[in-house]
């Protein structure tokens, strides 16, 4: 069974950081692209960033380019996501995302999200 | 940027009526190298995360229900809802994977 599992959102100070995490099993990890995709707070989904599967490719939203930085552990089995100089409105629930490797371009398993709140 | 944009906002519909969702991209989604429209549908229950339900435009995901399709090609795109059942009331978004940044549209909320 695909199971994702978010870590490592809470309460930060404007200006602050905070590293997420996800743990992947049930699946090939290191043959996946990766993604994190947040949702504010009674909002719509906006894509945050992307990782390809040996991590040496990576892409971001203007929104969070120069701040964020995703990474991956593939001996973990683990996805991360480096925010830094975060800003109130960061705050929303960070989802990881499985991008399989057979070419539908579709995001087929989502974890259950961790909240990352942005408040002085 | 290719931006997303759904309509209705939201919709209600009597169960076991039809509802119909309508999306549009800002640039054309269809790839002719693969002949794929890099096109999906995701429907979101409160509380919880997205469900993949259509992708390329118009093929299923395993184990959706048949009573949700989706059409359309380039800029335009259909997902329809043949017969509303009470377990279908959520939030549908369409979503663009055909160049980066991946965007999503405002999504719309059916309920009946």
């Known amino acids: 069974e695909v199971q994702l599992v978010e870590s490592g959102g809470g309460l930060v100070q404007p200006g602050g950081s905070l590293r997420l995490s996800c743990a992947a099993s049930?699946?090939?990890?290191?043959?996946?692209?990766m993604h994190w995709v947040r949702q504010a707070p009674g909002k719509g989904l906006v894509w945050v960033s992307r990782?390809?599967?040996?991590?040496?490719?990576?892409d971001y939203a203007d929104s969070v380019k120069g701040r964020f930085t995703i990474s991956r552990d593939n001996a973990k089995n683990t996805l991360y996501l480096q925010m830094n100089s975060l800003r109130a409105e960061d705050t929303a629930v960070y989802y990881c995302?499985?991008?399989?490797?057979?070419?539908?371009?579709?995001?087929?398993?989502w974890g259950q999200g961790t909240m990352v709140t942005v408040s002085s | 940027d290719i931006v997303m944009t759904q309509s209705p906002d939201s919709l209600a519909v009597s169960l076991g009526e039809r509802a119909t969702i309508n999306c549009k991209s800002s640039?054309?989604?269809?790839?002719?190298?693969?002949?794929?429209?890099?096109l999906t549908w995701y429907q979101q229950k409160p509380g919880q995360p997205p469900k993949l339900l259509i992708y390329?435009?118009?093929t299923r995901e395993y184990g959706v229900p048949d009573r949700f399709s989706g059409s359309g090609s380039g800029t335009d795109f259909t997902l329809t809802i043949s017969s509303l059942q009470a377990e279908d009331v959520a939030v549908y978004y369409c979503?663009?994977?055909?160049?980066?940044?991946?965007?999503f549209g405002p999504g719309t909320k059916v309920d009946f």
């Open positions: 995302i499985r991008d399989p490797v057979d070419g539908r371009r579709a995001f087929d398993f």
């Open positions: 990782i390809n599967p040996d991590g040496s490719n990576t």
């Open positions: 049930g699946f090939t990890f290191r043959s996946c692209w």
């Open positions: 390329w435009a118009s």
């Open positions: 640039q054309s989604v269809f790839s002719s190298s693969t002949n794929k429209n890099y």
């Open positions: 979503h663009q994977y055909y160049s980066v940044p991946l965007t």
